[in-house]
């Protein structure tokens, strides 16, 4: 009678072992840190307030919307997936960086034209400078040989002009 | 009584203004002295009117006359005096009046300094300078007005804002005004508006000045840009400090950790600078060697439109921002002015191209010229690149409907380059030589500043992180003040040789006697230091989130900050304050108590985030609070950072404002030794040795 | 043009502008106007209001139990479209009149639309819990249903008639019996439109 107890008694503590180690494992992988959530909410923008970054905004609101990253990093959501569930659920406007594709290329493209066409015009320009030169000598052994009291002059202003 | 006396004589400064603009105008055109003399005195009228103005506001929002709808707005009893004062532009209205008064001191200040020598440029820049202050006026007078009084009108639930009294309406004196919010009750609230305005303001004197030019068909001399110069480094410089300060309050009182966001608003602030500070440099290669004229001009267009702009978008919220004021019926009209100044000053300038144009010769490409050109296209570059992506979004809104938002990564990643080529171009463009530098001499010169950058930058890459643009961008920084430290020591060489002077003398003399050419350079260390405090905040910047119970600590970096328990009480204007006490230590050695707060501003509904900040010259540790247990005050939420060399930032900015003052000292006579042609002394002094 | 032409003086400093000058010209023009143009569609944008009149724009609303709905097949009724959102105190002031509202007249041929605004899934289930909301409810994706009535925030109500046209908007929470009047006001209105 007592060995049939103590059994029972074995098989329950095992038996709850065991439930233990399964529901711990069933429990998925350990809650994500905040800085793993702000990791993910720095590239998102909140789309209510203004110009906010997502892991930065105080309001009832992005506490919801980093509590919903929170929960989707738990149950094992990779970054991707995160960013495009924000998008398909509130817009493009919630990516702080915009798209390079689609209609949004055009904020990137944009400025490497601006600098090519910048490059551009400044070699035009340094080259009309040079063609508009004139012939006149400017190599310094080629000027013409200074007078006494110019040079007397010139080495008065230098001493002056440090 | 004064309210009064202040809006008839806002009203008197308004019908001067426009006078005086009509008479500059028929002057220029006329060339009529006496009619200039008579705009001139108009002119220099609307000032002291528009201080009486002023003046009265002030006293209303000091002595609390919540009659004015405006002081019921922004002034309140439990406000300091000093700050009721400030609340001056702490509101729309307000803020607008204080640009007017800001931009007809400018323009007196000219007109009573420089009216004896310039005298074939004074009437159309009173016409322009004072269409400006019209325009300004005008709004303060007809929609935005500060002395607008509160009145119950019988019948209405709703209180009326109206200057005068509608029918059978009431006076309504509030009991208490809502206060400045709690946001803008900071010194950089104090001190940003004000030398921003002064900054935005101060660039209508040299654009009066190069409108007067293509007016009066001057543009070809550069005696536009000479008599101007002066203000517009004052202006520089004043806009410098705005973003500086803007900056340091956004660090201080919002509570992110952060000083720059790239939000509009701040862009906004971002692009007259660039265009500005790109102008003060080509100006002066057009009045050396009358150079780059077109550029200057476009230039000083794109400055004074792009401060227009920066005051439309913060004012009428057209791209939406954190920053803005409330939306008013501005909006159209201040669309139409900066429509028609736009449109107006580039036909101007389109239409006088083949005047400012003139033969340029140069010797080689390698020149101090070309340095001048390429710092503006890489100025403009970036400015483009600023504004595109501050606009996108509204173009994206317009042409597909969806909203998008462009934040920091983009400018981030495309201005960063261009920033480095200007920064290398600062570093190298002093030492070049006017006409010709020879390749050997720039790499003698350059020799020492790039041994001792490959070094430094080296040694820090070693024993810190090296990301590899942080690594660039040190390396650029080090480079740029190498090249400085070694011109100074070239300069203070050459007078202790030459003259056998001490160091510390020769230093003296070399900034009271080329204060121009080292004060620049001191102004360029500055921006250096400024750059190092962005590097730092883009690659080395460490934060973390966690929530711990008393007892526990958070960990970050070497430090570790352990969370003692929170305490609520009442501040002594009436906030309700939320206080954590947690104590820093570092690699185990106690540092310092920080007590991060929250606080809680009761009537105006509005919570405000105070960090705890501990600051050294390498770092800053930064901890705000952003949850606790409001049940049992057991557990608490901190946001902590590691702010790396952000304290460089703040100390760029004085070394600016240091250097602008050395630049700026006795900037009347040291005129003279410029006259000398340095291209030739470079020659003769190549060939001596 | 009967003047005589005169020819330019000899010591101009340059001839007629070039056709590449005058293209550059006209080009920074069009720049600078198309940009006029932006910032005057952005000054509209940003004063105006939400839609309160025309045809409603149409939508199709996929509620959190998984019903649909689409505006336009609901043409015949009354439909009263509400934007909220959990996080949104207001919105909580008006949610059990809304949805008293809405029994009161669901035999009547009005139809209740609620319209989650940038929610979370979690919060918004909460949050119709809580107020027992039965009339349908689902979040607004890519926020393309709030775009198109340019809502400015929540809560905010939108009345539309049996033929189909916006008849006026309420910002704010709603008290009794306002609900209750536009609704009578909206069901004396004919099917076809005036």
Redesign the interface.
Known sequence: MIRKLLLALVVVLLSLAAGQAASAQGNGPIQPTDDQVNAIAKKLYCPVCPNTPLDVCETKACQDWRAQIRDELASGWTEPQIIDYFVAQYGERVLAEPQRKGFTSLVWLLPVLAVALGIGVTWQVLRSWQRARAPAVSAPTDAPPLSAALLDRIERELRDLD | MLADLGLASLFIAFLLSVYATAAGALAGARHREAWAESARNASLLTFPLLTLSVGALVYALYSLDFTLAYVADVSSQTMSPFLRVTALWGGQQGSLLFWAWLMASFVAAVLLRKWRRNRDLMPYFIATSMLTTTFFIGLVVFISNPFARLWLVPGADELTTAVFQPAQAMLYAAEDGQGLNPLLRHFGMIGHPPTTYLGFTGFVIPFSFAIAALLSGKARDEEWIRTSRSWTLVAWIFLTIGLVLGGRWAYDVLG??GFW?W??VENAMLMPWLTGTAFLHSVMITEKRG?LKVWSVALIILTYSLSLFGTFITR???????HAFA?TAL??VF?AFI?LT??GS??LL?NN???L?A?????S?LSR??AF??QN??F??IT??VF??T????????????????????FRA?TGP?FLALLVLMAIAPLMAW??QSPRGLLRSLAAPLAASAVISAVWGFSHRMHPASFLALWMVSFGSSAIAFEFWK?IR??MQ?RGENPLKALA??LQ??HRRYGAMVIHLGVLMVAMGFVGDAYFKQ?????VSAGESVQLGGYELRFNGLRQYAGSDGRAILEASATLAQDGRLIRELRPRRDFFVAQDQ?S?VPAVLSTPGEDVYVIL?GWDEAAMSWA?FKMYINPLINWAWAGGVIMVLGTLIAVWSFGEAEA?YR?RPGL?A?????KE | MSEPVVSPPADSVAAEPSKLARLGRSVAYAIVLALLGLFAFGLVQANSGPREAGLAPDFTLTGFDGRTVTLSQLRGQVVIVNFWASWCPPCREEAAYLEQTWRKYRDRGVVFIGVDWVDTDKEARAYIEEFDITYLNGPDLATRIADAYRIRGVPETFFIDKAGALQGVHIGPLQAPDLDDKIDELLALPASAP
């Open positions: 992110w950790g966001g939000d509009p150079m009428t919220g057209v791209i939406g921002s954190v939306k909006g159209p669309f429509g736009f449109l580039l036909s389109l191209l083949k005047t144009r033969e340029h010769e140069l010797e490409v010229e070309t050109l390429l296209t890489l403009v570059g483009f690149a595109w992506g606009v996108f979004p509204m173009v994206s809104e317009l042409v597909t409907g969806t909203k998008v938002t462009v934040g920091p990564p983009y495309v261009l006409r010709k300069g050459a007078r030459a003399t070399l006697r080329s934060e973390t989130h966690a929530t919570p985030t952003v939420t030794s000398l002394v020659s003769v002094v190549v060939t």
